[in-house]
């Protein structure tokens, strides 16, 4: 049973940073492409930033590029997502996500599994 559980959510004052957590189980991420998606209040759900399944490449929505940055660890199957310099337009429950082929895509209805999310809460 594939399982994603995110964790690292929470309050945080604007310009804040922040870094979630999505282990696995179930799957081994460096055979998954894996996702990072946000949903925020009355919003359709958003691409933020994927790694490939070899981890050598990623890719950003305009709004992460140069705040957020996507890695992972291999040892513990798990993907982090660090979330530098926050603003109140971040605000959105964070999911992650793993794609079996291993190409990422920006696409949310490409990845084949899907944690619950963690909220993600940035005051002004």
Not at 60 to 74: C, E, H, L, Q
Not at 79 to 97: G, H, K, R, W
Request: aromatic content about 10%; charged content about 15%.
């Amino acid at each position: 049973q594939v399982q994603l559980v995110e964790s690292g959510g929470g309050l945080v004052q604007a310009g804040g940073s922040l870094r979630l957590s999505c282990a696995a189980s179930g799957v081994t991420f460096n055979t998954y492409a894996t996702g990072w998606f946000r949903q925020g209040p009355g919003q359709e759900r958003e691409f933020v930033t994927a790694i490939n399944w070899s981890g050598d490449h990623t890719i950003y929505s305009d709004s992460a590029k140069g705040r957020f940055t996507i890695s992972r660890d291999d040892a513990k199957n798990t993907v982090y997502l660090q979330m530098n310099n926050l603003n109140p337009e971040d605000t959105a429950v964070y999911s992650c996500a793993a794609k079996r082929t291993g190409i990422i895509t920006t696409i949310a209805k490409g990845y084949d599994y899907w944690g619950q999310g963690t909220q993600v809460t940035v005051s002004s």
